[in-house]
């Protein structure tokens, strides 16, 4: 297959009708950026004070270097924390950095770090309604640790759910500096999926108790490193590769290995060759254009991303000017095949996808067919084909060399002539309940429409009591309530995945329903998430009863409950009380992220002002 075809005529439509929607904010936002550039270090413009202050406890050399000359100064912003896995090979890291600035003429300043916390943890726990604003105090956390003005560029240091969003966000609001991404990759693979999966069945059938669960939770979850199934921290590093902000290659590399230590040393090289102090200058703005947000949307559909990412890119967009909707994530799907099956879409894990050609075989199958906008700018330059390239260690050092032409292993990856299903796997759904959206690479066909009575609850807990009493063996729509972001901060409703699998598995037909999140893991169930508008803002969601039939049909979009217009309106509905969602484990803290939360299609975001 040639190495680019001509865009294919959807993608181009629908990257002209983002550039047009997004025209005002756009401009404005390169006006921001414009104004902020200068081809002199950003520092020169702080008083002898300012300055002595930003580099009083350096190293003697890499102070006189900043006081006196005009290398570039390399930003470190990390996630690193020892206790969570993702993050704790990202310790290494800033000494890494600051060795391979200095061997190109640069200097390099951990400016900050930013909270991380892992969903794993956090997962079914009053913690996880944190999880999603996080995204946005870590990009508060972001702007606050550039704004010294010190720098001539950005390295983000981070993987996982909500960090790679927030580092994004707020990076972008410097988006004048250069900004690399510099991941930590996957922890090499534990126990089969399928048999993770298993056990997690029968603990939720009460089947197997907690020391057998925990046995294999713990040899799924056992080293450094990001967990390997297609969540939204591997979903991360796909766009960040179609996007051309990591070096090619480096999503899917484990770490404390010499090549991610390459890779590493690598970014924080090329990061000081392309500021504006250079000949090279690659600013952050002018990477992520519309034919980046376009290109990111299309990896995630191709592989079947993490839903999650239809409220962080839009977050991630909005902050660039651009403005995505989950339209354009559907009308995209359409004609973007799925060329990869990994965990829980398929048996296989993120390492396996990596050994058998990963993001250099899938980004050459995109461009040979039109998918991808191959004329981006990215962090090494002009063009997308050089993430048709894998790294090696050759002799010499870091290399790379054309990404295999055939797929390793085609249960795991293939080609765009033999694709594992028609479309991207991502439907918008629409109704008298609002609109959402729902995955369906890893829905077998039989299961994509249900219509079924609903079963309502306004806590998960609930769910899983009723299922435990057997109440929910039978056909059903499970709607889970006064999930959205407003709520209580719109946490994964992750835990609920064994219990309602386990329906599926008897024969029942089984479907969930919520103004929630599901999962970046997304399963085998069909799940209108999303639903908006929430109903805590008077969705029509809210006034669902027992007993309701509802309708889902992922092939057309629907989502709709059997109920006259006139006699769903008529309903009177008494708010619940959410005061327990308010207090402990910080939630106290984040009332004003409640209050100030947009709605899911927008983002999820309380940094916009509830919009």
């Excluded at 991404?181 to 997690?200: D, H, L, Q, W």
């Excluded at 329906?503 to 029942?508: A, T, V």
Aim: charged share 20%; hydrophobic share 40%; aromatic share 6%.
């Amino acid at each position: 297959m040639k190495t680019s075809a001509p865009l294919h005529e959807r993608v181009r439509s629908v990257t002209e009708r983002i550039r047009e929607r997004s025209h005002p904010t756009r401009s404005a936002y390169l006006q921001r950026m414009r104004e902020a550039r200068s081809n002199k270090p950003t520092r020169g413009g702080l008083s002898c004070t300012n300055l002595a202050h930003g580099f009083a406890g350096m190293d003697a050399q890499d102070k006189d270097t900043l006081r006196g000359g005009r290398w570039p100064n390399v930003a470190i912003v990390s996630s690193y924390n020892d206790m969570l896995s993702a993050h704790r090979p990202l310790e290494r890291y800033p000494e890494l950095i600051k060795l391979a600035a200095r061997e190109v003429g640069a200097v390099a300043q951990f400016a900050g770090g930013v909270p991380a916390m892992c969903d794993g943890v956090t997962q079914g726990q009053p913690g996880m309604e944190l999880s999603l604003f996080s995204r946005d105090v870590i990009a508060m956390a972001t702007a606050v640790a550039l704004s010294h003005n010190m720098f001539d560029a950005t390295l983000c240091l981070g993987v996982c759910d909500k960090i790679v969003p927030g580092l994004f966000m707020g990076a972008l609001t410097f988006g004048h500096l250069p900004t690399i991404f510099v991941p930590g990759g996957p922890m090499t693979s534990g126990i089969p999926n399928k048999e993770k999966a298993r056990i997690r069945q029968l603990f939720a059938e009460g089947k197997v108790g907690r020391d057998a669960l925990l046995e294999s939770e713990a040899q799924s979850y056992h080293s450094q490193g990001t967990c390997t199934f297609y969540g939204t921290a591997n979903s991360n590093q796909v766009m960040m590769e179609v996007m051309g902000l990591h070096l090619p290659g480096a999503a899917f590399v484990t770490p404390n290995t010499p090549l991610r230590d390459a890779l590493t040393s690598a970014a924080a090289r090329r990061a000081a060759k392309i500021t504006s102090l250079g000949d090279e200058y690659l600013p952050m703005c002018d990477t992520v254009d519309e034919r980046a947000i376009v290109n990111a949307m299309v990896g995630l559909l191709a592989t079947g991303g993490s839903t999650n990412h239809t409220l962080h890119l839009v977050a991630m967009a909005r902050v660039a000017g651009i403005n995505i909707n989950w339209d354009d994530f559907s009308d995209l799907s359409e004609i973007v095949p799925l060329l990869a099956r990994i965990y829980p879409n398929g048996a296989a894990d993120v390492n396996h996808f990596h050994a058998a050609g990963g993001m250099g075989f899938l980004i050459r199958q995109l461009i040979g067919s039109g998918l991808l906008h191959q004329d981006t700018v990215t962090v090494v330059g002009q063009g997308l084909d050089a993430y048709t390239r894998e790294p090696w260690l050759s002799p010499d050092g870091l290399r790379w060399r054309p990404a295999p032409e055939q797929s390793g292993d085609p249960e795991v990856l293939r080609p765009i002539t033999d694709p594992f299903g028609a479309d991207g796997g991502l439907k918008v759904l629409r109704g008298n309940l609002g609109r959402g959206v729902i995955k369906t690479s890893a829905v077998q066909p039989q299961h994509r429409v249900v219509e079924a009575p609903a079963r309502v609850f306004n806590d998960q807990e609930d769910v899983i009591k009723a299922f435990k009493a057997g109440e929910l063996s039978r056909d059903c729509v499970v709607v889970v309530r006064y999930q959205g972001p407003r709520a209580n901060g719109m946490p994964e409703l992750h835990q609920l995945t064994p219990t309602l699998t386990s329906l599926q598995s008897k024969g029942f037909k089984v479907a969930l329903v919520t103004d929630g999140r599901m999962s970046g893991a997304s399963g085998a169930i069909p799940a209108a998430i999303h639903v908006t508008p929430e109903c805590l803002n008077g969705g029509p969601l809210e006034k669902v009863q027992d007993g309701d039939v509802i309708r889902l049909d992922s092939y057309t979009g629907m989502l709709e409950v059997r109920v006259p217009d006139a006699v769903l309106r008529a309903r009177s509905v008494p708010k619940p009380d959410l005061s327990r969602n308010a207090f402990g484990v910080g939630r106290e803290l984040f009332a004003t992220f409640r209050a100030a939360a947009g709605d899911a299609e927008a983002g999820a975001a309380s940094i916009f002002g509830g919009t």
